[in-house]
DNA sequence: GCGTCGATGTTGACGGTGACAACATAAGCG
DNA sequence: CGCTTATGTTGTCACCGTCAACATCGACGC
């Protein structure tokens, strides 16, 4: 029972801990929020001792990080939206991803955001998180300073309402699905007039 | 010696626990984060024993929710901004006190929107917050749907960027603070042809 | 004045946690 | 076969949140 994927797995004594740690610790997370998590939880889920995690990440944190940096390789895979022509178009729909991804898995996304967890500690982390914003941030398509400084700002309003709406700070009559693709939809076009 | 304020303020062994608690964990907060607070500490540093919280604060998150809400008077109190005539302007100064108190008080900040602390559970907390959010909603001139939407938005981009700097997430050559600035103007500008 | 009572603070304990150290085991390799 | 090294276990420590039992001090009625 050779592990049928050997990329970078060491499948030792318990087959592939890092790996099961991870699920593990996303579950967790999902379930109970990132505050909520144990490493020792983790282990037990694991089915191994409480130090087995060590033996795979040097502290809590890290731990918490590499589950952070999945998230983010997460995020990118949801921004590989279909091509479309219009800048204004991929935006609105890069934005849909955006919120698609904090509301279906609000953990995952206090987790990558809410929470410390100093990027400059955990390089993996960084580079993962870099990699989904660069995305982002080219989507307004060729350079120049204007369409930068639009696309930071359409962000910062999708992040910011994915913020609201995973935090539960939104009063019920803002909070429809309907009103909030208007509002996307109205984002895209202001952010259209912004660069015009 | 008679307290000076006996407003609620109950004086008894050690003279006004409540408050030195709420002052301490406020300090720990913005030299740790929200997350390295332990009321064990707080009591440590207000020179009581550390079971002495639990005679003001039920639980741990409860005196967290008490120093939050006292983030959320000062946000509000922030607000109070000079009048103005124009809309946009006053967006624009609601905009930047918002993101003034996000980079001078990221802790509490963090506390405030970052960490878990569900409002439902703590009153106080809500009314604190809502009370704040109220100043902001109300900022787009009279009511109307059209404008609420407005807002919200431009809640939500300055949210988002507040959450942005923070967090640590923006790259240096977008962080800088007269950019910023440039940005908010913009955002502004923006939001008066979406309510146009 | 004095005694009772409730609010406040203290001491001690329990289970859970992150982290460290010492030890055990098993895979791979000579 | 025996060494080395990666992996997992057991044991331990300090710290934390919380509960329970006790101590103390101010207020208020008699």
Redesign the interface.
């Known amino acids: 029972m050779s592990t049928p994927d050997p990329a970078k797995g060491q499948a030792f004594h318990h087959g592939d801990l890092r790996r099961a740690l991870i699920e593990a610790t996303t579950d967790l997370i999902e379930r109970d929020?990132p505050?909520a998590v144990s490493l020792r939880e983790a282990a037990r889920i694991a089915g191994v001792s409480h130090n087995a995690p060590y033996r795979h990440f040097p502290t809590r944190d890290a731990l918490l990080a590499a589950v952070a940096a999945h998230g983010f390789d997460e995020l990118k895979a949801a921004f590989d939206v279909p091509a479309v022509a219009a800048v204004d178009d991929r935006l609105l729909a890069l934005g849909e991803a955006y919120l698609h991804f904090a509301q279906t898995k609000p953990g995952l996304f206090?987790l990558m955001?809410?929470?410390?967890l100093?990027?400059k500690g955990h390089p993996d982390l960084d580079r993962a998180?870099q990699a989904a914003?660069a995305v982002l941030l080219n989507a307004s398509g060729p350079q120049g300073q204007a369409s930068?400084?639009g696309a930071?700002?359409a962000?910062?309003?999708?992040?910011?309402?994915?913020?609201?709406i995973v935090?539960?700070?939104?009063a019920p009559d803002?909070r429809e699905d309907a009103?909030k693709a208007?509002?996307l939809e109205?984002?895209s076009k202001?952010?259209g007039?912004?660069r015009g």
């Open positions: 929020g505050a206090k955001f809410g929470s410390g100093d990027r998180a914003y930068r400084e930071l700002g962000w910062a309003l999708v992040h910011g309402l994915a913020h609201l935090d539960d700070q939104l803002l009103r208007v509002l109205k984002i202001a952010y007039h912004l």
